[in-house]
């Protein structure tokens, strides 16, 4: 494609390049949301005593809400375009609290009193994260409905990753970058990838600005290494922001920082579940979690393990041998979810139909499991029959939040990633349930696990956590 041709295609499409819209939609979405923090403060301190607070008293500090935007817009959370999820929570939880502490110190030093009014706010900056977060869901849902929040970025490199990069942005559920020009310096004959238009010449960046006013260029690989710095300084350098995706992704992670060795630059990174400080945190994290849920679904528990016990001969616990840490072996715990002859009828399945064989042999599960009791595909698809697994976490043998469980025969699957990923304990939750559960392939979920043991904050167990509990709700990819 020529740039004559890229003027009509992409005239006809967008009129506009910055992140006004998305920053717009971001900013409603938190006002509405800490609009309803606000109100389920005082909400649960009247529900206590209703004659300790006038709850529609709540509206008279709504003045308050644009000191709440401009901590955020410090924050770095507007327009909050492909911020990590555990970046936002993180930075969402310290304006928060930083906002809702203002206001509970200023109150103090009016009034010199610590009031139900006081208590209310406490509540409020609980409430507030998983508000905020749901409420900016929502307005990333519209704006990419309404295709009304993407900005507009210039893709450099037409290779693998500029593929891919191309293929994340355009199926992304988040408002964010719209690739609408791909660079490259090859020889390929593609012109459009994904209906995303291709130009065989990477120094068309200063013009490309100067006709568009496309603020972000987001470079890849390109087909001829050798033009790089030729193409960087000519070309990339004219847009206002840049995006570098290193060749060595897989060895990055989100708290990547920047080291100058005397002129060279380096990226500094740490494997973070190594230092005993942090797991001493996670540890401390999953026991009181794991005891207080514990102590809150005990009656729940029970009656699940009196039904398992009448529907169904057997016993109501279920051990199966799992890794874990380290590569040791112990007994993961579940309701026992499939008949006592289990064995014996997944053998006559996978002897009389090869298309089951080979989704078993591709991902250990099957969607029509004939072992599986009644109740226990309704355990199954509410993974109630996995709590359980609050045992194997109070031993010590399994986290809240980490890698997937897996049994002997899934070892060879993680080929030379095994020992990394098992340097840690497994997980009762972890990034592959919350991105799809059973629908991601083995590829996918090493993907996961790698990236959250380089990543890895209790932001992100939190965030791990808080999507967990939507996507059981929704019942998504559990069989």
């Known amino acids: 494609m020529t740039l004559t041709d890229f003027d009509i295609w992409y005239r ?60 955020f817009q410090v924050n770095n959370l507007y327009p909050g375009v492909f911020l990590a999820p555990a970046e936002e929570l993180r930075h969402l939880v310290v304006s928060s609290f930083l906002t809702h502490g203002g206001i509970i110190l200023s109150r103090y030093i009016e009034d010199k009193e610590f009031d139900a009014i006081s208590a209310a706010f406490i509540i409020s900056f609980a409430c507030s994260p998983v508000i905020l977060l749901n ?170 393990a009196f039904l398992v016990k009448a529907t169904s001969p057997g016993p109501a616990l279920f051990g199966h041998t799992r890794i874990g840490q380290g590569g040791t072996r112990f007994k993961a715990y579940k309701f026992r979810s499939m008949a006592k002859n289990a064995e014996e009828l997944l053998q006559k399945l996978l002897e009389a139909d090869p298309q089951a ?54 070892a060879a699957k993680y080929g030379e990633d095994f020992n990394r990923i098992f340097s840690v304990k497994p997980g009762l939750s972890g990034l592959w349930q919350v991105s799809g559960r059973s629908d991601t392939d083995y590829n996918e979920r090493v993907a996961f696990d790698m990236y959250y043991l380089q990543s890895w904050s209790v932001w992100l167990d939190l965030w791990v956590l808080y999507k967990t509990v939507w996507v059981v709700l929704k019942g998504k990819g559990a069989y």
């Open 12 to 71: 006809s499409r967008y009129r506009r390049t910055s992140s006004a819209i998305t920053t717009t939609g971001m900013i409603v979405s938190d006002l509405i949301g800490c609009m309803l923090s606000f109100g389920a403060g005082f909400f649960f301190v009247n529900l206590y005593d209703i004659h300790l607070i006038n709850f529609k008293s709540f509206v008279t500090y709504w003045p308050y809400l644009p000191v709440f935007i401009l901590i």
């Open 135 to 304: 409420y900016r869901a929502l307005a990333h849902r519209f704006l990419v409905r309404t295709r009304l929040g993407g900005i507009p970025a210039v893709i450099f490199g037409a290779g693998k990753t500029g593929k891919m990069l191309v293929d994340r942005l355009l199926n992304s559920k988040k408002a964010g970058y719209t690739p609408v020009l791909i660079l490259d310096n090859g020889t390929g004959t593609e012109e459009m990838y994904h209906g995303v238009p291709i130009i065989r010449d990477t120094m068309l960046g200063p013009e490309v600005v100067g006709r568009y006013n496309i603020k972000m260029a987001i470079v890849t690989s390109l087909s001829d290494p050798q033009d790089w710095n030729k193409t960087f300084r000519a070309s990339v350098a004219a847009f206002r922001y840049h995006v570098l995706i290193p060749k060595f992704s897989s060895f990055t992670d989100i708290w990547m920082s920047v080291r100058d060795f005397d002129g060279i630059l380096g990226f500094v990174t740490s494997h973070k579940l190594k230092m005993p400080w942090n797991l001493r945190i996670k540890r401390f994290v999953d026991l009181g979690a794991s005891l207080l849920m514990g102590l809150i679904l005990l009656p729940l528990l029970l009656f699940i």
């Open 357 to 410: 064989r080979a989704e078993w042999e591709a991902n250990r599960k099957i969607k029509n499991d004939p072992r599986i009791t009644k109740l226990g595909k309704f355990l199954r698809q509410t993974s109630l029959d996995e709590f359980p697994q609050l045992i194997n976490i109070i031993k010590g043998e399994m986290s809240l939040v980490g890698p997937r469980p897996i049994v002997e025969d899934e």
